[in-house]
Nanobody, 125 residues
Framework: QVQLVESGGGLVQAGGSLRLSCAVSGRTFESYTMGWFRQTPGKEREKVAAITWIGGKTYYAESVKGRFTISRDNAKNTVYLQMNSLKPEDTAVYFC??????????????????WGQGTQVTVSS
């Protein structure tokens, strides 16, 4: 049974930092891309960042470039999202997801089939 379990969310002041973790289990993810998404009420889910399990190819949304960093620890089967210089507009539920890798050059076209339960990130002004 595939499981993705997020942790690390919380309340932080604007300008602060948080690191989200996503522990994955239940299968090997070598051919997979891991993604972080976020969603707020009334808005579409937004892909924030993605990384291939092998090779570490990355994608970032324009809104987080230079502030967020995605990484993975293959030995720990864990994916991280380091979030710096947080802004109130970063407030959302953040989800970890996994899918069989499909990239077209720099564009991540992966279909994400596995999802975590989400973790709340709240940035106060």
């Amino acid at each position: 049974q595939v499981q993705l379990v997020e942790s690390g969310g919380g309340l932080v002041q604007a300008g602060g930092s948080l690191r989200l973790s996503c522990a994955v289990s239940g299968r090997t993810f070598e051919s997979y891309t891991m993604g972080w998404f976020r969603q707020t009420p009334g808005k579409e889910r937004e892909k924030v960042a993605a990384i291939t399990w092998i090779g570490g190819k990355t994608y970032y949304a324009e809104s987080v470039k230079g502030r967020f960093t995605i990484s993975r620890d293959n030995a720990k089967n864990t994916v991280y999202l380091q979030m710096n210089s947080l802004k109130p507009e970063d407030t959302a539920v953040y989800f970890c997801a996994a899918g069989l890798s499909l990239w077209l050059g720099p564009r991540d076209r992966t279909r994400y089939d596995y999802w975590g339960q989400g973790t709340q990130v709240t940035v106060s002004s």
